[in-house]
């Protein structure tokens, strides 16, 4: 429980700075619901939120030159946790010309070291018929998915193509460090504890060797985490296991190109892309909002900018608010408001409200993205 107190010091400490980059497309009004669940948290404890915004993506490109101005990566730098709306759009697509607004997130990455990319794919109850798969299969799916984000194939050098007198050829790199692989996994082991204590580790131990590295140093760790069950898991297997059997993953880790995939391959057992928040951390979550210990998060919906229903208030704004239940708990230490925004959400899809996206033909009470945002919002208790 998070008790109101009149001590100045205290209530002094319970400040936080957040960075929001609204972006593109629906980015702003999606952002608009979280930053309304923010100020209902405040309005509930004694925590105060010093929100700040900044331009990213194609609006940025537009009004100063680049998609990431340094004013947005100063404020993001300096920030306790960030909440990113979504960047892109058509508008911005010509593959020629010198920016594009998705540099904006691979900028930000970079520059906060964002090294672990989280995604709790949840089904909700209520909404076990919106997804492509069988409600008997989904029924009960709640697994945290962890993707490593900095290293392997997408960034390691050499990464080239050059031409040979036997036609053209390329080159990408997987290559892992022993600190790399053991901190990602270590973020696995550290939030598995808190939830039903198993660890997937998703490798291809059998063909790379990058992979038997991954696995060794799973295993080494494994030692310090005696609470937690670790199993292996080859990659292709774990593709069919997560559309055959979803409910036998509790946490899974992966590297970065496998964990790309997986984690696009898990949002469908969700239903829809509106649905599922994310988070990128540079350190290990915050326990508590004691804690010192500095977590620096990136949080935003898996969506993109959805140009085909920007500005039309057909945008579900739950992706977002989750996103924001996401940050009170991994960054702030605040697990009791995070907690509190999610059972919001369950109860208002219980209660059958529903954004276009989710809703069954012919539902009734079919809400817009501001009146969805509002639903939840008056139903956060704390
Ligand atoms: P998208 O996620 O924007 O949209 C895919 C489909 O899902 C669309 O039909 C859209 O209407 C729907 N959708 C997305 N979010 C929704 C929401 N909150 N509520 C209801 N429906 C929702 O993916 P896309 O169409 O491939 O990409 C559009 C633009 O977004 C592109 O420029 C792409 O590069 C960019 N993008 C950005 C990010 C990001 O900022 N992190 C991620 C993915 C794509």
């Not at 429980?1 to 497309?25: C, F, H, S, V, W």
Request: aromatic share 4%; net charge neutral; hydrophobic share 40%.
């Amino acid at each position: 429980m998070i008790t109101r107190t009149t001590n100045n010091r205290k209530a002094k400490e319970m400040q936080y700075n957040i960075a929001l980059l609204p972006g593109d497309g629906v980015g702003p009004e999606v952002i608009a619901e979280g930053v309304k669940a923010l100020k209902r948290i405040e309005v509930l404890t004694e925590v105060t939120f010093n929100l700040e915004y900044e331009l990213v993506g194609g609006i940025a490109i537009d009004q100063v030159g680049t998609p990431l101005p340094k004013v947005a990566l100063d404020l993001a730098c300096k920030s306790d946790a960030v909440l990113f709306g979504a960047v892109g759009g058509p508008k911005w697509d010509n593959p020629l010309a010198p920016h594009r607004p998705e540099d904006a997130i691979l900028g930000l990455r970079k520059a906060l070291g964002l090294f672990a990319n989280l995604r709790p794919v949840k089904v909700f109850p209520s909404l076990l018929n919106s997804s492509s798969l069988k409600p008997s299969v989904i029924e009960g799916v709640d697994i945290l998915m962890i993707r490593e984000l900095t290293g392997g194939l997408y960034f390691a050098k050499p990464k080239k193509r050059w031409q040979t007198s036997r036609g053209r050829r390329a080159v990408d790199t997987l290559r892992y460090t022993e600190g790399e692989i053991e901190r990602v996994l270590r973020v696995g082991f550290e939030l598995a504890r808190g939830r039903r204590k198993k660890l997937t580790s998703v490798d291809k131990a059998n063909v790379l060797e990058s992979s038997r590295l991954w696995r060794e140093i799973a295993i080494e760790l494994s030692s310090q985490y005696p609470d937690v069950e670790l199993e292996h898991m080859l990659v292709d297997s774990c593709a069919m296991a997560l559309v055959r059997t979803p409910t036998r993953f509790d946490v899974l880790v992966a590297e970065n190109m496998f964990g790309d995939i997986l984690t696009d391959e898990a949002a469908i057992l969700a239903g829809s892309l509106g649905m599922l928040p994310s988070s990128s951390l540079a350190g290990m979550p915050r326990e508590d909002n004691r804690s010192r210990r500095r977590a620096l998060g990136l949080y935003e919906p898996i969506h993109g900018s959805a140009p085909d229903i920007a500005g039309q208030g057909k945008a579900n704004p739950i992706a977002t608010i989750l996103s924001v239940a996401l940050m009170l708990r991994y960054s702030l230490g605040l697990s009791e408001a995070g907690s509190a925004i999610e059972a919001a959400v369950d109860q208002v899809l219980t209660q059958g409200y529903r954004t276009p996206d989710i809703a069954e033909a012919g539902a009734s009470d079919v809400l817009s993205t501001s009146e969805m945002g509002q639903r939840i919002v008056d139903a956060i208790a704390l």
